[in-house]
Nanobody
């Protein structure tokens, strides 16, 4: 049974940092495209970053240079390091599993990801 469990969210001031984690179980996460998405109140869920089986990463323009996605194969865990946080980064952050191997070209679309965690809240105050 595939399970994804996020942790590490919280409240920080603008300019601060947070790292969120996603513990995977039921499969080897390193073999799949894994991604982070976020959803703010009243907005659609959007892709933040993905990492494929080979370690290639892709980021949304809004977070490039500030966020870093990574994985620890030994721990079967996905991470998102978030630096220089802004109030507009406030959202519920979700990790998700995509297809085996490469991430799809349309990676920012949630429909290409079949398994989701329950989310962890990140709040950035100005």
């Amino acid at each position: 049974q595939v399970q994804l469990v996020e942790s590490g969210g919280g409240s920080v001031q603008s300019g601060g940092s947070l790292r969120v984690s996603c513990a995977a179980s039921g499969y080897i996460s390193g073999s799949y495209c894994m991604g982070w998405f976020r959803q703010a109140p009243g907005k659609e869920r959007e892709g933040v970053a993905v990492i494929d089986m080979y370690g290639k990463t892709t980021y949304a323009d809004s977070v490039k240079g500030r966020f870093t996605i990574s994985r620890d194969g030994a721990k079967n865990t996905l991470y998102l390091q978030m630096n220089s946080l802004k109030p507009e980064d406030t959202a519920m952050y979700y990790c998700a599993r995509g297809p085996w191997g490469y991430c799809p070209g349309s990676w920012s679309r949630p429909r290409d990801f079949g398994y989701w965690g329950q989310g962890t809240q990140v709040t950035v105050s100005s």
